[in-house]
């Protein structure tokens, strides 16, 4: 399996560094650009493959398995992926989905600095430094996965205003949804609890969110 996804992409114009152990991506994720995971692996569980990698790296990462589930596909997503993609699935929409998590990571490297050239917002507690993409909430330090620290900026970078569900996923997954947002939905729900701020995020029903006012006042 690794080697025909391998030959694959590489067909595709990818240099690939393969691994077919989950210790083997431990060992390599550092020399990755996007690092695409199987669940089902002959030492480790992809799931913990993901959370490993995603406490000491914020490289795209994406499933890529036969387990096809709305519990596996809603876990990988909460453990910090950027996407999951069911097998099987066509050489190119696999390019596809490769290329757009790459273009969507290298787009926010350059785009964050030039939106705030003192590279630190603070909204009431709330401290976000954009460059060095490092959050504090009373001084203390918290952990985001890639996509949640995306999805805070967005959202801080207008404060008071409400930020519609299509907007925040074409920011920050690079695509609009017809209907589902599900995805959203569970990065929200691990940003509010990390965060630890009930009243720093508000849903509007059916339009999106926003910072609540007396955040943005502050």
């Given at each position: 399996m690794v080697r025909a996804v391998s030959k694959d992409l590489q067909e595709a114009g990818f240099d690939v560094r393969a691994a077919a152990t989950g210790a083997g991506a431990l060992a390599r994720h550092r020399e990755a650009d996007v690092v695409l995971l199987e669940v089902s692996l002959p030492d480790l569980d992809g799931f913990q493959v993901c959370q490993r990698i995603r406490s000491r790296s914020s490289v795209p990462i994406i499933f890529h398995s036969v387990k096809a589930t709305e519990r596996d596909r809603v876990l990988g997503l909460k453990l910090g992926a950027d996407d999951y993609v069911v097998k099987p699935c066509g050489t190119w929409e696999l390019a596809a989905r490769v290329e757009a998590v790459l273009r969507r990571a290298r787009v926010a490297e350059v785009r964050i600095p030039r939106q705030d050239r003192g590279g630190v917002a603070v909204v009431g507690p709330l401290r976000v430094d954009l460059n060095q993409r490092q959050v504090e909430v009373g001084g203390r330090k918290v952990p985001l996965t890639y996509k949640e620290f995306e999805l805070l900026r967005v959202l801080i970078e207008r404060p008071g205003h409400v930020v519609s569900r299509a907007e925040i996923m074409h920011k920050v997954w690079g695509y609009t949804p017809e209907s589902d947002t599900r995805t959203l939905g569970v990065h929200m729900v691990s940003l509010r609890r990390k965060l630890a701020?009930?009243?720093?995020?508000?849903?509007?029903?059916?339009?999106g969110y926003r910072i609540t006012s007396e955040f943005a006042a502050g």
């Amino acid at each position: 399996m690794v080697r025909a996804v391998s030959k694959d992409l590489q067909e595709a114009g990818f240099d690939v560094r393969a691994a077919a152990t989950g210790a083997g991506a431990l060992a390599r994720h550092r020399e990755a650009d996007v690092v695409l995971l199987e669940v089902s692996l002959p030492d480790l569980d992809g799931f913990q493959v993901c959370q490993r990698i995603r406490s000491r790296s914020s490289v795209p990462i994406i499933f890529h398995s036969v387990k096809a589930t709305e519990r596996d596909r809603v876990l990988g997503l909460k453990l910090g992926a950027d996407d999951y993609v069911v097998k099987p699935c066509g050489t190119w929409e696999l390019a596809a989905r490769v290329e757009a998590v790459l273009r969507r990571a290298r787009v926010a490297e350059v785009r964050i600095p030039r939106q705030d050239r003192g590279g630190v917002a603070v909204v009431g507690p709330l401290r976000v430094d954009l460059n060095q993409r490092q959050v504090e909430v009373g001084g203390r330090k918290v952990p985001l996965t890639y996509k949640e620290f995306e999805l805070l900026r967005v959202l801080i970078e207008r404060p008071g205003h409400v930020v519609s569900r299509a907007e925040i996923m074409h920011k920050v997954w690079g695509y609009t949804p017809e209907s589902d947002t599900r995805t959203l939905g569970v990065h929200m729900v691990s940003l509010r609890r990390k965060l630890a701020l009930p009243s720093l995020i508000e849903t509007v029903r059916g339009v999106g969110y926003r910072i609540t006012s007396e955040f943005a006042a502050g």
